[in-house]
């Protein structure tokens, strides 16, 4: 079976569109705040995606350029005055920063209230404390489609290729909350065959395409292909689709698998975000 993650990512926008609805019923549209430093064009066309799904569920956005040279300063005082403004409810600051400058210092000065990407280390902790509040889209994409296919992940076998920050650490987390037995493989992971073929549900998100071959899936198993890498031309993942479709029970294509999702699972959280920020003005 093939995942669509497109028509997925539609229903989350559906059940989002009706909460949205519902804070603006109470004079509450949610409001997104994109920031962008530099002239990245990937960057340009991750958030112009973005701000078209919030233009199909009803949240309102916006977006601050700053310029390439935009130091660090500069970019938490941008963060501050949107901290500080009623009618933006979630803050993204689109990484990478220019110069792949470290976002740390930028990202924990986000208000943990309005950090809809999940990465604010008090967002990260509580994640790792087992008390999910906003978490990182992608992975709770992932989640959400396991639970919405049918997949228990209590006592499964589930293997992550790729330990970043923005997938494979917080979906390990989410995964061990839900019981999984997770194994979370890298680059200087000895035999990562030898570990995929384990994996009932396999995520890769290593960014190498064609990294994971058919005879790297365990049959029956559940794929989940992060990656986005551009081979000659075409967008590609890092699992060999034909390959795992032969094996696997389910796998996600790339482009049109995680990619939705994950910016439906934004829109979710801005709308989850605006609720909480409702919730703590009437205490
Ligand atoms: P990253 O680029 O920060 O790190 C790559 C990870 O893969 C590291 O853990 C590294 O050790 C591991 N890795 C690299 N080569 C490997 C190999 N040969 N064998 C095993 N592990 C290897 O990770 P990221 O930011 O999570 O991005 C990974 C990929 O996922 C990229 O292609 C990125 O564009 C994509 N991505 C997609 C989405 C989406 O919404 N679809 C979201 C985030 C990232």
Not at 70 to 96: F, K, M, S, W, Y
Not at 161 to 169: C, D
Not at 239 to 250: P, S, T
């Amino acid at each position: 079976m093939i995942i669509d993650g497109k028509a997925l990512a539609s229903e989350v926008e559906a059940e989002t569109r009706v909460r949205v609805e519902e804070l603006a019923a109470l004079g509450q549209r949610p409001g997104l705040a994109t920031i962008i430093v530099g002239e990245n064009p990937a960057s340009a066309m991750y958030v112009r995606i973005k701000h078209s799904a919030c233009d199909r569920v009803g949240i309102r956005s916006e977006n601050v350029n700053l310029p390439e040279d935009a130091g660090i300063d500069e970019i938490i005082e941008t963060i501050r005055d949107l901290n500080g403004r009623e009618d933006v409810n979630g803050i993204l600051l689109q990484l990478p920063l220019p110069g792949n400058r470290d976002p740390a210092l930028a990202m924990a000065a986000i208000d943990p209230a309005k950090d809809v990407d999940g990465f604010h280390p008090f967002n990260m902790g509580s994640l790792l404390a087992g008390a999910e509040r906003l978490v990182p889209c992608t992975p709770k994409g992932i989640i959400w489609a396991l639970e919405r296919l049918g997949v228990d992940l209590k006592g499964k076998e589930a293997v992550i290729v790729g330990h970043s920050n923005v997938v494979g650490k917080p979906l390990a987390a989410m995964m061990l909350n839900r019981n999984a037995t997770v194994s979370v493989c890298h680059v200087f992971t000895r035999d990562l065959a030898a570990h995929t073929r384990k994996a009932e549900i396999l995520v890769v998100a290593a960014g190498v395409p064609g990294l994971i071959k058919g005879d790297m899936v365990r049959p029956g198993a559940y794929v989940f292909d992060v990656g986005i890498n551009r081979v000659e031309g075409k967008t590609v993942g890092d699992v060999e689709f034909d390959e795992a479709l032969l094996v696997a029970a389910a796998v996600t294509p790339v482009p049109g698998g995680v990619g939705p999702l994950t910016v439906s699972m934004l829109m979710s959280q801005t709308a989850t975000a605006a609720k909480m920020q409702e919730q703590m003005n009437e205490r």
